[in-house]
């Protein structure tokens, strides 16, 4: 059943849009201001939203504003209710990016049609994007995993049928070649798999039945496994006893992929730095690494699922998929993400959290 979040500040036209709603097939959650609107989307998305635009302590604008800022990319649309006619309050609310507008009094179909056409258009709209996305996953994610298979096969094909004539150092050669194809293999793998994670994390808005408190303390276990596996010199301060808010098992991915990036883009004899500062309300980490490569700046909205920046031009190592599977994370967590050039030309992967007190 489709749930419609319903907010006007008169209880009688609540009561009345309820009942039509629910005479429609609808489940309508209601509240009488923005401020427990915000509370009740929280705690329960909805499908669609209908809201009255003069309200007292928050007007319908600044929720719609608080409201988008907040769901955006959950795609829910939004109805704008009032007495207002005149046209530059409604190109006001457009503006904003409302989904329709509709005036006060209204006939019941009018409403009942309204609903169903911003249900349609979402459905369209959902359709097309999973369209684009299996088109891009169905041509990008046979051959990521095809590459480390063909060498699998075709050096185990070898082995059979070559086995009289091969020396054992030749055999302990080619077991190494297969042993990194799959660990390329398993690699990948993993990377999709989390980034499916993620995105039924977001579809089914179960982010709160995680536990999303983490120690900073934490973050140094998971470098130094980092290290212990990829050999690499980083320097680690040591970090406050303070809690951010992010689940362990996310924080863990995103560092990973972080720390991951810095050491595919910057020279093997190099170190890696991570510094750290911290404020009343939000702890930043820092990480650092020099690069061989002309990396631009970019900003979370800015990384495109399985594309490489400048892939045209440079041969890069890895997929392609670790920045996407941040930049989930930081949307999950409203985190703040970016990846810079510092004075030094270093490249600079900034993430910030908010603490919890």
Do not use: W
Request: charged residues 30%; contains cysteine; proline residues 3%.
């Amino acid at each position: 059943m489709k749930k419609i979040l319903f907010v006007e500040d008169d209880s009688t036209i609540r009561s009345n849009i309820k009942e039509i709603l629910d005479i429609a097939g609808y489940d309508c959650i209601l509240a009488g201001d923005g401020f427990e609107a915000l509370e009740k989307a929280r705690k329960n998305l909805p499908d669609l939203v209908i809201s009255d635009i003069m309200m007292p302590e928050m007007d319908g604008y600044e929720f719609f504003r608080n409201f988008n800022d907040q769901y955006s990319d959950y795609g829910v649309p939004f109805i704008f209710l009032s007495a207002k006619t005149e046209q530059d309050e409604i190109r006001k609310g457009m503006n904003l990016g409302v989904d329709d507008y509709l005036t006060k009094p209204f006939r019941i179909k009018d409403l009942v049609n309204a609903i169903e056409v911003r249900f349609t258009k979402s459905e369209k709209q959902k359709r097309q994007l999973e369209k684009f996305t299996s088109e891009i996953v169905h041509q990008y994610i046979p051959h990521e995993l095809r590459s480390p298979l063909v060498a699998i096969l075709g050096i185990s094909e070898i082995i059979r049928d070559d086995y009289g004539q091969l020396s054992g150092s030749d055999i302990i050669q080619f077991a190494e070649k297969i042993y990194k194809a799959g660990e390329r293999l398993h690699e990948r793998i993993e990377k999709f798999l989390s980034l499916i994670e993620l995105d039924q994390v977001q579809m089914r808005n179960i982010l709160d039945s995680f536990v999303n408190s983490t120690e900073l303390t934490k973050i140094q276990d998971i470098v130094l496994d980092f290290i212990s596996k990829s050999c690499r010199i980083i320097d680690l301060p040591v970090l406050p006893q303070q809690r951010i808010k992010i689940n362990f098992h996310f924080l863990s991915v995103l560092l990973n992929e972080l720390l991951e990036n810095a050491d595919k883009f910057s020279p093997k004899d190099s170190e890696i730095k991570i510094i750290f500062s911290v404020t009343e309300h939000q702890f930043q980490l820092n990480i650092i690494n020099p690069s061989e490569e002309n990396i631009i700046s970019i900003n979370d909205y800015q990384i495109i699922d399985f594309f490489q920046i400048d892939k045209e031009t440079k041969q890069q190592p890895g997929n392609g998929i670790g920045l996407a599977i941040v930049k989930r994370i930081s949307k999950l967590y409203k985190l703040d993400f970016k990846i810079s050039k510092n004075e030094n030309d270093e490249v600079v992967s900034t993430m910030i959290f908010p603490l919890i007190k």
